[in-house]
């Protein structure tokens, strides 16, 4: 194999692909990143046996062949590279060497062929969001899913197809978001459920950006998603979902606005004092008036209180402060709606469109 | 006490005292902020018991008097105040109100009269630096200094006065880097050595910025150093500094120039390969060319090219690549020169006026 190919595309592909990669994976190739040439093309290939990645690139193709490079080196010497376009020969020793400008590198591989294949499936139906729309989308509910590992169908998030609406949940239990939305081509799709691992919604937070279209597969035990000239592919968590709908209140006695922003401030300098404590923050309503306060017995208290418009009875909902954060920091809206019962009841914040996030109070 | 300050003042002043802070000192008022209101004034002062810093900002005084603050939260809360001014005010149980806008605080402290008292010392001498000038000397060298608990007489630098010129030195053994510097008033000064610790170091480049002078008291056993507002007083480290002048070739066989920003580009990018073996980089010259060579029996080899004007016998010698990179880093000008001998002796690196590197060649 011998290639050359702009050094800027080369960067610019290997971040793509480099997150996934395990540097201590227990099968030594899966710390590489297989390259092949083919045609005008240079596709570049990681997975973690869950998640593969692919991406392409136009390459100045002078013979075929494939390579394996170790992923983490192979990303750190093209980041220095100053020449404009990067020479990529692989030799019978499986040694590829790597130049541009004066520089000279020959790194050591493992057989190509001892790479995993991409995983292929059928899918069972195919949908298309505007890139931006679906970033939106998971940035909106993935700080809610699980970390915890005993409860692994909570470590990711549940995209839900019903009757030509996606419904695209994360919770861990104690806090839940989703954001819903109208798709298109509403007749040609079938109901499902699938839930997509954490680490997937992360790197797709970093492959989705610019204009176009994501396009994602669908089967009963894999998902693809198609962004420009990158495809991944990855497995997903089996099993069934929580039923989410039974968390959320059917009704509400009341409800004020917040503006997001300063509510957002006043939380983050409220809470100071119980960082550390994991105590909860109060969130008081009075007469046009909102409090929030916090104390711990190792600092001390704070309290800062906000116009709202309220006339309802005098209440003290506590929270866990963080809870209360990050939906703040995902949100665009200018203002968001709290709607509540009484101080034991899940409590719900709804902001942009199609948004939901119950949270239930904390005891204090 | 009860006082008025500008927001931005006070965090501007406090972000010059925190970091010497150590949150979990066995002596639980060092963890704290001793605050001190007389007339117009407020003194922050916090201190390790190595070393003290006080900054004093203008404030609008109601009332005089002491507290002690956290002072992590301390820091934490005034950088998140939205309001113009803090008001903070002390009662009888030593907890201080922090208020500002509509946000109050109620800080827990501990005793003002358990906080150790600033150091005092009679000074032999004084000078006076350029901020900017001082920040450069301590920056070209601190890098060099050793971290080896056993040898705490390097842990720091050495600041060398002989017949009104300073010679500013750190080593840690394997290399070297001293400033020299010719002293204004050299008549009013008296011959001495003193060996700031590490941290007063680090602490010196954050605190030195803008315009202006430094001034430093030096006795034998302590230093201080008065920059704008804040003063910063420390104990000196104790022992007389190894003979660094014995190290130091008196006489080369050749040396070579080479343009500083280029030299460190390649050498970053064939030190690649050796990034994490801790293996030598192979600097070779020969007519009118030095190549730089690295290689790892784990990753593989990379070489680099340069064009020099050399003329002598062709030569190769090792490096511990981080000891090339670090005065690289630091230095400003344009192009450096390397003197040398053969591949086993004391290497020099001259760059920018005063500075003197010396490195040792590692055995390959």
């Given at each position: 194999?011998?290639?050359?190919?702009?050094?800027?595309?080369?960067?610019?592909?290997?971040?793509?692909?480099?997150?996934?990669?395990?540097?201590?994976?227990?099968?030594?190739?899966?710390?590489?990143?297989?390259?092949?040439?083919?045609?005008?093309?240079?596709?570049?290939?990681?997975?973690?046996?869950?998640?593969?990645?692919?991406t392409k690139i136009?390459?100045?193709?002078?013979?075929?062949?494939?390579?394996?490079?170790?992923?983490?080196?192979?990303?750190?010497?093209?980041?220095?590279?100053?020449?404009?376009?990067?020479?990529?020969?692989?030799?019978?020793?499986l040694i590829t060497s790597i130049s541009s400008g004066k520089a000279l590198f020959k790194i050591m591989g493992l057989n190509p062929s001892e790479f995993p294949k991409e995983t292929e499936f059928q899918e069972n139906q195919t949908l298309s969001f505007n890139k931006i729309d679906f970033l939106k989308i998971l940035k909106k509910i993935c700080y809610s899913s699980s970390t915890d590992q005993s409860r692994i169908i909570l470590n990711g998030i549940l995209l839900s197809i019903r009757e030509g609406n996606l419904t695209a949940v994360a919770t861990d239990g104690r806090r839940l978001a989703l954001v819903e939305k109208i798709l298109d081509n509403q007749d040609s799709l079938i109901d499902c459920d699938v839930i997509l691992p954490t680490k997937v919604v992360n790197e797709l937070q970093k492959l989705l950006d610019g204009d176009g279209d994501v396009n994602i597969k669908l089967s009963d035990s894999n998902a693809t998603f198609i962004i420009d000239n990158t495809v991944l592919t990855t497995k997903l968590i089996e099993g069934s979902y929580p039923n989410y709908r039974q968390v959320i209140p059917a009704s509400f006695t009341n409800s004020i606005q917040l503006p997001r922003e300063n509510f957002s401030e006043v939380l983050n300098r409220v809470s100071i004092v119980v960082n550390e404590s994991g105590s909860s923050v109060k969130f008081s309503l009075d007469q046009d008036e909102a409090i929030l306060e916090a104390n711990s017995t190792e600092i001390g208290e704070a309290n800062e209180s906000m116009q709202v418009a309220y006339q309802g009875d005098p209440l003290s909902i506590s929270f866990n402060p963080n809870y209360l954060k990050d939906p703040l920091k995902a949100l665009d809206c200018d203002e968001l709606t709290l709607r509540f019962n009484d101080e034991y009841k899940p409590?719900?914040?709804?902001?942009?469109?199609?948004?939901?996030?119950?949270?239930?109070?904390m005891r204090s």
């Open positions: 194999m011998k290639i050359s190919v702009p050094t800027h595309s080369l960067i610019e592909s290997l971040r793509k692909v480099l997150n996934i990669v395990n540097p201590r994976s227990t099968l030594p190739v899966l710390s590489n990143v297989l390259i092949t040439a083919t045609k005008n093309e240079l596709s570049l290939f990681t997975t973690d046996l869950e998640i593969c990645i692919t136009s390459a100045d193709v002078e013979s075929d062949g494939q390579a394996t490079i170790p992923a983490k080196k192979f990303g750190q010497i093209v980041s220095t590279l100053s020449g404009e376009n990067v020479t990529i020969e692989t030799d019978s020793e409590v719900v914040m709804l902001g942009d469109e199609g948004f939901l996030y119950v949270i239930m109070p």
